[in-house]
């Protein structure tokens, strides 16, 4: 939905260290990531109306991490008068400040300077902007040190360390061999009425420089667990666990297995979010509000209506 009459959207750039939250989603005794943002912006308002809520692009799960997550409120007039407003004639010569900068730097230092949640970037949103629903791309990189990599305790907590050597070849070939539209409620854990259908824009896999395996993954929107799962596949694939030509027929099944491991969540980060040139942003979203139909049992449709969430 739109911000409203008399309201202004902020878009927000977040990077966080999943490791000590559950997740992103608010919820009653846990500390989350929305959670913390949110306890923020209520005492950055406490005295100008109902504290803003955030709407996120992708619900990032337990443990995930993020560099390039995006999120929007939306404010007031109000509201962002009282951040615009003078402060401080004495130091700034009655300089007006940038409301959304200005929200980013208290968000910021409400955290603290060791904090593991950071607004690297507050902005007015473009009319039409939805963080959510005007998504056209998610995009997560998972990272894994085989026995031929490095165990760098610096990056223990964003790094798998896995116990085998690992074909590179054989998993980029498997990884690309799930490109595309399908159903993935093999790959996915089941959420009621929730859809498991999603196109798969993008997976590969590649070794940087350091010896670490990175897998990047890219899609119109996650179901929960799938991106933990592909990886997991297609680790098996790499220690000869699996055949290459296995995850196509797991996939086509349709029904969770046992045949490989959901790998741990400290190794994902979410790193980009995708969105359609500015005057396209209003008309994605209404598109993407609409639930997908089901998949045909051909599996050749072709439909122009994804997913609403990037949930992980």
């Known amino acids: 939905m739109d911000a409203g009459a008399g309201y202004t959207r902020i878009r927000l750039d977040i990077a966080y260290d999943g490791g000590n939250f559950n997740g992103w989603t608010k919820q009653p ?3 989350t990531v929305q959670g913390e943002l949110e306890a923020a912006l209520a005492i950055i308002f406490g005295r100008r109306g109902p504290a803003p809520t955030l709407t996120v692009a992708g619900r990032t799960d337990a443990g995930v991490h993020a560099t ?17 407003r003078p402060r401080g004639k004495k130091a700034t010569g009655g300089r007006r400040f940038d409301g959304p900068t200005a929200l980013g730097r208290r968000l910021n230092g409400i955290a603290g300077l060791e904090t593991d949640v950071y607004v690297s970037r507050a902005v007015v949103a473009p009319e039409g902007f939805d963080a959510r629903f005007s998504a056209v791309w998610r995009r997560y990189e998972y990272r894994v040190s085989d026995n031929s990599g490095p165990r760098n305790p610096l990056e223990r907590n964003r790094t798998l360390w896995y116990p085998a050597a ?5 998993m980029a070939v498997a990884a690309e ?5 399908h159903d993935w409620a093999a790959y996915c854990k089941p ?14 896999w590649r070794r940087d420089a350091d010896g670490v395996l990175v897998a990047e993954v890219k899609a119109d929107a996650f179901c929960h667990s799938m991106v933990r799962s ?83």
Do not use: C, M
Request: hydrophobic share 40%; charged share 30%; aromatic share 4%.
């Open 191 to 204: 959420r009621e009425g929730a859809t498991t259908i999603r196109t798969l824009q993008e997976f590969a």
């Open 166 to 170: 690992l074909d590179l070849d054989r």
């Open 68 to 84: 390039g997550q995006v999120a929007h409120l939306d404010l007031s007039a109000e509201q962002l008068g009282w951040l615009t």
């Open 177 to 181: 061999s799930l490109v595309g539209l």
């Open 230 to 312: 592909l990886v997991g596949a297609t680790i098996a694939v790499g220690e000869g666990k699996l055949e290459v030509e296995r995850l196509t027929a797991l996939r086509d099944e349709l029904d969770r297995t046992s045949e490989f491991n959901v790998v741990p969540a400290k190794g994902l980060t979410l790193v980009e979010i995708g969105y359609p040139p500015d005057d396209e942003l209003a008309a994605r979203a209404e598109v993407t509000r609409a639930r997908r139909p089901p998949l045909e049992t051909s599996g050749t449709a072709a439909f122009d209506r994804i997913p609403a969430d990037g949930l992980i």
């Open 29 to 31: 005794g846990l500390r």
